[in-house]
């Protein structure tokens, strides 16, 4: 099957190109710049020491872009995205006992190019699989401090013993079972079916991702968006697994919505992972604020149980600019009954897009 | 295939249905996926509309150029008013010479009894023999 869905996807590229070079030039062209600065003060105590760090946010870091398109006739469009990021001191690479800036260095987002038309857009180069952001789906306008991807706020930071022993970090027992993210693939998106849209994707190690995404607005209900994806990475991992996310929010008109997320892994001779994330939030005017809960059982060890409570507040105070404040409890329950202390996170920063 | 995969792809098609008939009941919206740079002008826009710096923009350079053009007509309507508006100004100025006029045969009228009007008379008088005796070839002195 994967042999077929390759040759299919070269024929696909082949017949794309082809339409390209016999199409006419019409000059509709755009070509933007934007990007973002998204820093953040952090205190972390993992119950036995604490430390206060100077971070990049990493729920959505900075970075810049350039997006250009050009209409190229019969109804085609030709474009580029080129997204770098430059994260000094990440927040999901700080641990407790770290003096230092950290790392900081530019790191690659997206680099891609796409025909899009009538008949969908295909994509080519590195970039979100089909699907990537299907256990991310959040309306809650609070997602900048706290979403369903609880690794980026913390991850690095060592669970530790009533002793101080180091046990493992949250992100080792955390995973919101999300799609793969920034790989060199080629993707494929269906034109929209009425709200919803198809997505497929072929990557290295032969790894294939299908998505369907869902976006509506129903008077009186608000606004729904939902996605579900699947993955199978073939042999791009080891051990290879395939894994199933999916997420749904809710956004009514009075500001109250509730996000939902649940993925689960079947590793190939491991354990069978599941993640669950519900949070609930209230928008009103240019403030949002939300409280979230979230567990991952059975990741690192059979048993695990790794669980997060949060909230978090957002405030636009002017176009493009977010102050925000956000906390996070971290605890692990381990059925060798080992005495793990709570890890407590509280961030507060501001992100500035600048164009 | 491992065991999950059959399982996987039942609940894929199930959300997918779901998906649809949920669909179905609304409009569309576009969803920004949330780690993404928010959608929306930033900090330094110039235009609350606006969603990155436009380096290069066709469509709105086509907009910008066929707003010139129209303004370009519109000086050119404005210059045509502005000659229809000279001439009105011309008008003004024959009617203001012609008030003079009057005014001045008016105060001809007042002072023709005056030793002014009648040295003034005199004077024009005089002038006009002098031209003439200029055209006969003869000087007055």
């Known amino acids: 099957m994967k042999k077929n869905v390759i040759k299919l996807s070269f024929l696909s590229v082949i017949t794309i190109c082809s339409v390209v070079l016999l199409s006419a030039p019409v000059n509709a062209v755009s070509f933007k710049v934007s990007g973002q600065i998204n820093r953040a003060i952090e205190y972390v105590d993992n119950g036995d020491e604490s430390e206060l760090f100077h971070v990049d946010n990493d729920n959505s870091s900075t970075r810049f872009r350039f997006v250009g398109s050009e209409e190229i006739g019969h109804g085609m469009t030709v474009g580029i995205v080129w997204e770098t990021q430059f994260e000094s001191n990440s927040s999901s690479t700080i641990d407790v006992g770290q003096n230092d800036d950290g790392t900081s260095e530019f790191t690659e987002r997206i680099f891609e190019a796409y025909f899009s038309g009538t008949w969908g857009k295909a994509t080519i180069g590195q970039g979100d699989g089909a699907a990537n952001g299907t256990a991310e789906v959040d309306l809650s306008g609070t997602s900048v401090v706290t979403y369903a991807g609880v690794n980026d706020m913390a991850g690095s930071v060592t669970f530790v013993d009533s002793s101080g022993a180091p046990i493992t970090t949250i992100s080792t027992t955390r995973n919101q079972f999300d799609g793969l993210s920034r790989n060199d693939r080629l993707r494929y998106d269906t034109p929209k079916l009425g709200p919803v849209t198809l997505s497929t994707s072929v990557t290295n190690g032969d790894a294939w991702e299908l998505a369907a995404r869902l976006s509506t607005e129903m008077e009186g209900l608000g606004k729904i968006a939902a996605a579900i994806g699947y993955v199978d990475t073939e042999d791009r991992t080891t051990p290879q697994y395939d894994q199933i996310g999916a997420s749904i929010s809710w956004l009514h008109d009075t500001g109250v919505n509730l996000t939902l997320s649940y993925g689960t892994r079947d590793t190939d001779g491991g354990t069978e992972p599941k993640n669950f994330y519900a949070k609930l939030g209230y928008i009103h005017g240019k403030q949002a604020v939300s409280i979230e809960w979230g567990q991952t059982d059975d990741l690192a060890v059979e048993g695990d149980e790794s669980s997060s409570y949060g909230a978090g507040y957002v405030y636009n105070i002017y176009k493009g600019v977010e102050l925000y404040a956000g906390y996070r409890l971290y605890e692990l329950d381990r059925a060798s009954g080992l005495n793990i202390e709570d890890i407590n996170v509280l961030m507060a920063g501001t992100r500035v897009k600048f164009w | ?141």
């Not at chain 2, 576009?30 to 929306?40: A, R, T």
């Not at chain 2, 330094?44 to 509309?49: A, P, R, Y």
């Open chain 2, 1 to 141: 295939m491992r065991n999950l995969y059959p399982n996987c792809l039942k609940v894929f098609l199930t959300g997918l249905v779901l998906f649809l008939l949920v669909g179905c009941a609304g409009k569309p919206f576009d969803y920004h996926p949330v780690s993404e740079i928010p959608k929306g002008p930033g900090l330094f826009s110039d235009k609350e509309d606006e969603d990155g710096k436009v380096v290069y923009d066709s469509k709105r350079n086509k907009a910008k150029e066929s707003s010139r053009e129209s303004h370009r007509v519109t000086d050119q309507q404005s210059d045509v008013k502005t000659d229809k508006s000279v001439g009105d100004e011309g008008k003004v100025q024959d009617y203001k010479e012609f008030q003079e006029y009057q005014e001045w045969k008016e105060w001809q009228k007042s002072k023709k009894d005056s030793d002014e009007f009648k040295e003034f008379q005199e004077w024009r008088e005089w002038k006009s023999y002098q031209e003439w005796q200029k055209k006969s070839g003869l000087s007055a002195e």
